[in-house]
């Protein structure tokens, strides 16, 4: 039994090389994180165990792959890089990664919703251009913050806010419960926050899914965070809303090109916060994400 870690960068190169354990599955490491969808037959070569951090993988793509049978997705969007269905008729099983970061993103979308109750990204600018900015910031104490799907991430979220004083209620597809947090309708959930979080997985049934219905039913001046998937909310009706003032600020770590183009409406308003897809980014999460795909690798190489 083989692996390929397809498309590692060199901090999780490290992570990788250092939890390997004697006996574990022969995993070799292609230290390029710029690979294209063509090239996974030749880095793969026969091997049955692709490790996938963000790299796209075709079907017809994965069909090429002589001997492929398991993909380990570092996370669990792998449906904005894959079609999990269409890999499993081939007879690929595709294997998420679920709970590593979700302090990690928690603290990322309480940071995109602080700085944008406060501006500080905005007169940071603004000073750096000799412009000295200042606005009435919104106090979170005592505000309500709703957060839209309630896994781990948002568990935690909802753990930090609690703390600081503010009221917390949310919506998710299936009866949950949490201390303190009330649980409401969709559209409760929307009409009565200041500040809206997404915490969604990104599937048909979530695509589109925060429309410009959704977003019009929101409070004027509300506050909307998305550390999910870009393709979860209506982005033409999110950027009229930023520029009319109905929605007053977005923390945004994801979108739906990525890289996000230098050129693209949102670079051009001042009342967004701009985040790299980088919410689950810190050296905890890292060791999370690498224990986990090793535990995946060893668990498929004893034919579990």
Not at 100 to 110: F, K, L, P, S
């Amino acid at each position: 039994m083989r692996g390929v870690f397809v498309d590692a960068n060199e901090s999780l190169a490290v992570i990788f090389e250092r939890l390997e354990q004697p006996g574990d599955p022969k995993v070799r490491i292609n230290r390029n994180p710029d690979i294209s969808p063509e090239q996974y037959p030749e880095i793969l070569d026969g091997a049955e165990i692709a490790i996938v951090d963000h790299t796209a993988l075709p079907t017809d793509i994965a069909k090429k792959c002589a001997g492929l049978k398991h993909v380990v997705f570092l996370g669990t969007g792998a449906r904005s890089y894959m079609s999990p269905d269409e890999l499993a008729e081939t007879g690929i099983h595709v294997h998420l990664i679920k709970g590593y970061g979700d302090t990690a993103v928690a603290e990322c979308a309480i940071a995109l919703m602080w700085e944008g109750a406060r501006g500080l990204a905005k007169m940071d600018r603004g000073i750096r251009a000799g412009n000295w900015l200042r606005d009435d910031g919104m106090q979170l104490t005592g505000k309500t913050l709703g957060l839209i799907g309630f896994g781990g991430i948002a568990a935690e979220v909802a753990r930090i806010a609690l703390g600081a004083g503010m009221r917390v209620i949310a919506w998710n597809r299936s009866p949950k419960k949490y201390p303190k947090v009330e649980f409401l309708d969709f559209d409760e959930v929307l009409t009565e926050s200041d500040v809206v979080s997404i915490h969604l997985l990104l599937n048909d049934e979530t695509r589109g899914m925060i429309s410009r219905a959704c977003i019009e039913g929101m409070k004027p001046g509300v506050i909307l965070v998305n550390t999910a998937r870009g393709a979860i909310v209506d982005e033409e009706a999110m950027i009229e809303a930023l520029k009319s003032g109905h929605i007053r600020h977005a923390g945004l770590d994801v979108f739906n090109i990525e890289p996000l183009p230098a050129d693209h409406p949102l670079t051009a308003l001042p009342n967004v916060t701009l985040s790299a897809h980088s919410a689950f980014r810190t050296p905890e999460a890292s060791e999370n994400l690498m224990s986990a795909a090793w535990e995946h690798c060893r668990r498929i190489a004893r034919g579990k």
